[in-house]
């Protein structure tokens, strides 16, 4: 079984910054994958960044490329999503993931197995 943590969610003002960071316990193997992902009200929830526990590569939507930083501490069993030059439209519940299935890491959330609870995020402009 996988528990996943979120927090670090809160408000902001636009061009400001915020470090999200989710704690695992359970299985944490290198070959898993972890995501952050985010829904908005009346959207579907969307891809936002992805690593596998190995950190041997990083995946971003395009949307926060360049703006957001995914990554992780294995000795604490949590990854981090570092969101700098905040949007308005970066609000949402961020979400973190954990995918055990082998293979190419995803960026569709109905193939992650295990989700947080979610933390709020707010950008006002």
């Known amino acids: 079984q996988v528990q996943l943590v979120e927090s670090g969610g809160g408000l902001v003002q636009a061009g400001g910054s915020l470090r999200l960071s989710c704690a695992a316990s359970g299985r944490t193997f290198t070959s898993y994958a972890v995501g952050w992902f985010r829904q908005a009200p009346g959207k579907e929830r969307e891809f936002v960044a992805a690593m596998r526990w190995s950190g041997s590569s990083t995946y971003y939507a395009d949307s926060v490329k360049g703006r957001f930083t995914i990554s992780r501490d294995t000795a604490k069993n949590t990854v981090y999503l570092q969101m700098n030059s905040l949007k308005p439209e970066d609000t949402a519940v961020y979400y973190c993931?954990?995918?055990?299935?082998?293979?190419?890491?995803?960026?569709?959330?109905?193939?992650?197995?295990?989700w947080g609870q979610g933390t709020q995020v707010t950008v006002s402009s």
């Open positions: 993931a954990q995918d055990e299935h082998i293979g190419a890491v995803s960026r569709i959330a109905r193939a992650y197995d295990y």
